[in-house]
């Protein structure tokens, strides 16, 4: 990394930054695809080569398969996991990543593995923490080595840990606002332009310069219009989807909380992660990350009179959101309660477009003549619900954007929805609080 009589140190505080910046991108675009290279051979590996969506495959496969599959999730996610932690394995979160705490490579390197080894088999969470795990401590790597001060060190990791998600998903502005707004906390000259040029050249590492198919299929803009019922329907519903998603957020702590240790986290995890094979039998929609639950819900097509919207197809999708919304809720929580480490973006995207659906199928209801598209609803459903139970409001709308291609058309209800949804988290945070404290 240096020339013979010139170290390092020697080097200007800019330039090294600059070459962090460039290695920083490479190594979280490398990352990326890696990570969904192999989620996809193990999907193959398990449920026999696919060319649609993983509900697809697990779909086709027999009732046995599919607890087979799971049942072995649950078995090798938890001899991993124990021997992990008896070889001295402590998961670093990356906020305190970001402050310096330091991430054994190796050790992260394992834990990410085995997410992305049960998320390939079905497990019902999310595959976007190993990623953002092994980047981060990669950008800690890079930044010792090429001698950054602190404050340098925790750009770079933080900007690193956005980049592994961009890359994973091709979502560059996403990844460089979750650094900006989760991880460093703050935005200015110093912190932006790494942030948008790591997340930037993860993504062109990881995808090309070309933008890869959206991850969730909307229909076209111009059926994705807002109206005055819509506008109406966010500024009512806004507050109830910020507190769902910050009862949902609330849920997540407190199964993390309680994960087992040690000889415990086999009794948990391979009961728990048989029940939710055999629960696929019934809803196949419970394996997975949630892709498919919140596809369902931007599938739905435009409800037209009220006589057409009474006939029983909204009616029929609404049962079916209900019962896929309700399986994945448990099926995430449970996964986490039983000892299992991993993502809760892609389900509470899912979580938070059922919801949407939902409420719009029963606005259709309570306001005749609504014409307005389900996927609107479940669009902005889907940014409340994540934004408050990530408590990220503008990484969730940049998440829902760049995930589906879609949204410009509907920013300024989901822009008043979100902002209503913050305050009545903040407010019901503050009164749950005073609460305990009385």
Known sequence: MSTPGFPISAWSPRLRMGLAVAITATAAGLVGAGCSHLLHIIEHLVFGHFDGTLLQAISLVPW????????????????????????????VSLPKAVDGQKMPFWLTLWHSLNQILIVGMGASIGREVAPREISASLGAKISDLLGLTPPQRRIIVGCAAGAGLAAVYSLP????????????????????????????????????????????SLPEATQMVPTASLTLWAIIVGPLLGVLGTLFKGAVKSCSAARPTGWKLLAWMIPTFTLIGVITIWVP??????????????????????????????????????????????????????????????????????????????????????????ACFAFIGAVVFLGTSMSAPLTALCLVIEFTHRGATLLVPTTIALGLGVGASRLWTQLRTHRTEA
């Open 64 to 91: 046995w398969h599919r607890v087979l599959a799971l049942s072995g999730a649950g078995v090798l996610g938890a001899l991993s996991w124990y021997l992990y932690s008896r070889m001295g394995g402590k998961p």
């Open 173 to 216: 502005l996403s990844g460089a606002v979750f650094a900006l707004e989760i991880l460093l906390l703050e935005v200015n000259a110093s912190t932006v332009w790494p942030a948008l040029v790591i997340s930037g050249g993860a993504v062109l590492v990881a995808h090309g310069w070309v933008r890869t198919e959206p991850f969730y």
């Open 285 to 374: 929609s419970i394996a997975g990350n949630g892709q498919s639950t919140a596809q369902l819900a931007f599938d739905g097509a435009i409800l037209g009179e009220g006589a057409r919207a009474a006939s029983g197809i909204g009616l029929a999708l609404l049962v079916s959101l209900l019962i896929d919304g309700l399986t994945k809720l448990v099926g995430t929580l449970a996964t986490i309660r039983s000892g299992a480490w991993g993502g809760t973006l892609t389900p509470g995207l899912a979580l938070g477009g059922s919801c949407g659906a939902v409420f719009g199928i029963i606005w259709s209801h309570i306001y005749p003549g609504d014409t307005t598209a389900i």
